[in-house]
């Protein structure tokens, strides 16, 4: 059986529930728009959040485990299928790239003895795949940018025309504007302010954790790009 407390919470928190409620039904109908535009920011946000937490975990990880399985072992068989296994690591998928177009060289007579060139299209492979890994990288962070920098700007947009809205519904309606009066219709221009905060400040620390970690990633990725010229030039392309 629920003791007083908690009831008395669970009343309190139907009673914050209820005034935002009416906060939002008795607003303007601009103010109104300006917090259903900012909630559907905070809402993508929040699943962009949790998407790239969830697959830049994956990419380090997977990452970690190729590294350590490229360097240890020295069946490069071996190493390409586990790359083709690691499908979310951007460096696995520079191997595959790179082993690819090694294959293809190989295979072609007339570019055997082209060392500079056939290392050149190796080259090209691994910056091709770099390019499209890193766009996957930073898919979709810049809506977290953009949000973080436009959501306060935007609640104050719905603030201004909301504390506009009201001095004229008061002064039509009453001819005066004391506090008492004027401060329910400030209340709800406010909290679309609120509501723009609200969506811009995870979405700013998103963005700055999301970077570190993805310059992080690209520098795993360049440093792998020129251990694994080398070790095709040593073995490869003698």
């Given at each position: 059986?629920?003791?007083?407390?908690?009831?008395?919470?669970?009343?309190?928190?139907?009673?914050?529930?209820?005034?935002?409620?009416?906060?939002?039904?008795?607003?303007?109908?601009?103010?109104?728009?300006?917090?259903?535009?900012?909630?559907?920011?905070?809402?993508?946000?929040?699943?962009?959040?949790?998407?790239?937490?969830?697959?830049?975990?994956?990419?380090?990880?997977?990452?970690?485990?190729?590294?350590?399985?490229?360097?240890?072992?020295?069946?490069?068989?071996?190493?390409?299928?586990?790359?083709?296994?690691?499908?979310?690591?951007?460096?696995?998928?520079?191997f595959v790239a790179?082993?690819?177009?090694?294959?293809?060289?190989?295979?072609?007579?007339?570019?055997?003895?082209?060392?500079?060139?056939?290392?050149?299209?190796?080259?090209?492979?691994?910056?091709?795949?770099?390019?499209?890994?890193?766009?996957?990288?930073?898919?979709?962070?810049?809506?977290?940018?953009?949000?973080?920098?436009?959501?306060?700007?935007?609640?104050?947009?719905?603030?201004?025309?909301?504390?506009?809205?009201?001095?004229?519904?008061?002064s039509e309606a009453?001819?005066?504007?004391?506090?008492?009066?004027?401060?329910?219709?400030?209340?709800?221009?406010?909290?679309?302010?609120?509501?723009?905060?609200?969506?811009?400040?995870?979405?700013?620390?998103?963005?700055?954790?999301?970077?570190?970690?993805?310059?992080?990633?690209?520098?795993?990725?360049?440093?792998?790009?020129?251990?694994?010229?080398?070790?095709?030039k040593r073995h490869?392309?003698?």
């Amino acid at each position: 059986m629920p003791g007083p407390g908690l009831g008395i919470a669970a009343a309190s928190a139907l009673g914050a529930s209820l005034d935002i409620i009416r906060l939002f039904q008795s607003a303007h109908w601009i103010v109104q728009l300006v917090m259903v535009v900012l909630a559907i920011m905070f809402v993508i946000g929040l699943y962009i959040i949790i998407y790239k937490t969830m697959y830049l975990k994956r990419a380090t990880n997977e990452s970690n485990r190729f590294l350590d399985s490229f360097w240890k072992s020295r069946d490069i068989e071996q190493i390409y299928k586990q790359a083709q296994a690691l499908r979310n690591s951007p460096i696995s998928q520079m191997f595959v790239a790179g082993y690819t177009e090694l294959a293809k060289l190989s295979s072609d007579e007339t570019l055997k003895g082209d060392r500079e060139g056939s290392l050149a299209s190796i080259e090209r492979a691994l910056r091709r795949a770099q390019t499209v890994e890193t766009g996957k990288l930073d898919s979709m962070i810049s809506f977290l940018a953009t949000t973080g920098s436009a959501a306060p700007f935007i609640g104050l947009l719905g603030t201004v025309m909301g504390i506009l809205f009201a001095f004229i519904e008061i002064s039509e309606a009453t001819g005066a504007a004391t506090l008492k009066v004027v401060g329910p219709h400030i209340a709800e221009a406010l909290f679309a302010t609120a509501v723009g905060l609200v969506a811009a400040i995870p979405a700013v620390m998103a963005y700055n954790y999301f970077t570190r970690r993805i310059k992080v990633l690209r520098s795993e990725m360049e440093t792998f790009e020129h251990d694994y010229l080398n070790i095709i030039k040593r073995h490869f392309l003698r």
